[in-house]
């Protein structure tokens, strides 16, 4: 069936350091892909999301190619700031109803 | 644009006890979902509902029923509340087919 597999946290990086957060996925048919983020106490929030395959999401500095070779959409940051800290979601639609998520990566950045 | 709320942001039950939690939504989405959140199990689909007047089971139902009597209401009910049921609750909102989903506040429920 359709899932995503994203890579575990928690991830503690310094100020100003590169961010990956690895997402794979498997899905019958074509997804979408998103990444939502956990700020602590709220909601998920659409961070970024791509809907074919090459498509590039970005979204305040932070990137995802939709790689469907490789079935992955990898999170990427190029220089993460304290205010980045919080939990990550990858996520897939395919043609229907339900959104898989992915169990979600805590990043801490500390200065 | 209130954009989807959740009613009460907090609550305690007792075992056996009942309560309804409250989702509205201001988009005019047809689809509505209700999800569960537990520490290291990330989210997980209770039930959902494609349109006022449909409901459908989603990949842990047990222990919920659910209501959309208006398009922008869906009331998730927990008839005799367990502490399996003790979660942060999320009601989620969409236009649908392979668009984003539009995240409530969040409901913590403790049951003792």
């Known amino acids: 069936g359709d899932s995503v597999t994203q890579m575990e946290g928690p991830v503690t990086l310094s100020e100003e350091a590169f961010l990956t957060i690895n997402c794979t996925y498997t899905?019958?048919?074509?997804?979408?892909l998103f990444w939502y983020v956990q700020y602590p106490g709220e909601g998920l929030q659409l961070l970024l999301k791509?809907?074919?395959?090459?498509d590039k999401g970005s979204n305040k500095g932070f990137e995802a190619t939709y790689r469907k070779e490789t079935t992955s959409f990898h999170l990427e940051k190029g220089s993460v700031q304290v205010s980045d800290s919080a939990v990550y979601f990858c996520?897939?639609?395919?043609?229907?109803?339900?959104?898989?998520f992915g169990t979600g990566t805590s990043l801490t950045v500390i200065p | 644009n209130a954009g989807v709320t959740q009613t009460p942001k907090f609550r305690v039950l007792k075992t056996g006890q009942s309560m309804t939690l409250l989702c509205a939504q201001d988009?005019?989405?047809?689809?509505m979902y209700w999800y569960r959140q537990d520490p290291g199990m990330g989210l997980r689909l209770i039930h959902y509902?494609?349109?006022?007047?449909?409901?459908a089971k989603g990949e842990v139902p047990d222990g919920y029923n659910v209501s959309r009597l208006k398009k922008q209401n869906f009331l998730l009910g927990l008839e005799s509340a367990a502490p399996s049921q003790t979660s942060v609750y999320f009601c989620?909102?969409?236009?649908?087919?392979?668009?984003?989903?539009?995240f409530g506040p969040g409901t913590r429920l403790t049951v003792t």
């Open positions: 989620a909102s969409s236009y649908g087919g392979p668009r984003a989903e539009y």
């Open positions: 899905a019958t048919g074509y997804p979408s």
């Open positions: 791509a809907t074919k395959a090459d």
């Open positions: 996520a897939l639609r395919v043609t229907g109803n339900q959104f898989y």
């Open positions: 988009m005019n989405h047809e689809y």
């Open positions: 509902s494609v349109g006022e007047g449909t409901t």
